[in-house]
């Protein structure tokens, strides 16, 4: 049977994302009384930086109108 997750884990990380990331992970460490080393593993365990990141496109985008499949087949007055 696996061990249980440790809550101060998901508590560290929400810290981290309140923050922007921009707080130290040696201050969260001190602020928890984990080591600054267990804090950093848990950031690249659980890929933290992953979900700072805004990966999906602006609203208007209109990359896949311009040059992907639908410029192939819409009319070229439609794409202009």
Do not use: C, Y
């Not at 600054?36 to 109108?65: F, H, V, Y």
């Not at 311009?66 to 439609?78: D, N, V």
């Amino acid at each position: 049977m696996a061990r249980q997750r440790n809550p101060l884990r998901d508590k560290a990380k929400q810290i981290w994302l309140e923050s922007n990331g921009e707080k130290p992970l040696v201050d969260i460490a001190i602020e928890l009384d984990k080591s600054s080393s267990t804090i950093r593993k848990w950031k690249s365990t659980d890929k933290w930086d992953d979900e700072l990141k805004g990966s999906a496109p602006l609203k208007k985008n209109q990359n896949a109108m311009t040059h992907g499949l639908f410029s192939k087949w819409l009319p070229k007055e439609t794409v202009e």
